[in-house]
């Protein structure tokens, strides 16, 4: 069973950084991409980025560059991303996502984490 | 950007209803669109992938249409289960782009 398995909340203060986890579990990590997004409150989702796990390579959203680095660690199939620089306008839901086999993007989805960014 | 524009925002219906969501694109994204449902607290579900493909385990009562800018889905029988918030999402070009979504309740 392919499972996506978020670190937990955060609360970090305005101009701090945060680096996100993804452990995953029940698939070949390096054959798949691992996409991440953002919902903010009662808002809209926003695609940030994506990497692939295989050799890291990354696209990125362009609102986004120089906002999130994303990064992957093989050896334990993890994907992580790390926010910067981080205003109230960052306090979101922060989702890692897979594609399915065939299905396209998005199919398989973490819990997500919560950051909120507080003085 | 492509934009996705969702109709209508909110949608209240009883059981049993037929209920459409339409989603236009700011232009042709040539069936690579996808329907998700999300209940509150919890990640987004994908229902429909490509138009008019069912996810495995997704109920046959969820069908969805579509081309060029204009998109569609349809839940024939509406179950109670049914309520929360489907969004659209474009997968034709980047950066990759979700509709405003649409708050469905259950009457």
């Known amino acids: 069973e392919v499972q996506l398995q978020q670190s937990g909340a955060e609360l970090v203060k305005p101009g701090a950084s945060v680096k996100l986890s993804c452990k995953t579990s029940?698939?070949?990590?390096?054959?798949?991409?691992m996409s991440w997004l953002k919902q903010m409150p009662g808002q809209n989702i926003e695609w940030i980025g994506n990497i692939y796990g295989g050799n890291g390579g990354t696209g990125y959203n362009q609102k986004f560059k120089g906002k999130a680095t994303l990064t992957v660690d093989k050896s334990s199939s993890t994907a992580y991303m790390d926010l910067s620089s981080l205003t109230s306008e960052d306090s979101a839901v922060y989702f890692c996502?897979?594609?399915?086999?065939?299905?396209?993007?998005?199919?398989?989805w973490g819990q997500g984490t919560l950051v909120t960014v507080s003085s | 950007d492509i934009q996705m524009t969702q109709s209508p925002s909110l949608l209240s219906a009883s059981v049993g209803d037929r209920v459409t969501i339409n989603c236009k694109a700011s232009?042709?994204?040539?069936?690579?669109l996808n329907w998700y449902q999300q209940k509150l607290g919890e990640a987004p579900k994908l229902l429909i992938y490509n138009t008019n493909n069912l996810q495995t385990g997704i109920p046959s009562r969820f069908s969805g249409s579509g081309s060029g800018t204009d998109y569609t889905l349809t839940i024939s029988s509406l179950q109670p289960e049914d309520f929360g918030t489907y969004f659209c999402?474009?997968?034709?070009?980047?950066?990759?782009?979700f509709g405003s979504g649409t708050k469905l309740e259950i009457k």
């Open positions: 996502a897979r594609p399915g086999l065939g299905t396209g993007w998005f199919a398989y």
């Open positions: 029940g698939y070949t990590f390096s054959n798949y991409y």
């Open positions: 232009q042709n994204i040539n069936k690579y």
């Open positions: 999402f474009q997968h034709n070009s980047w950066p990759l782009t």
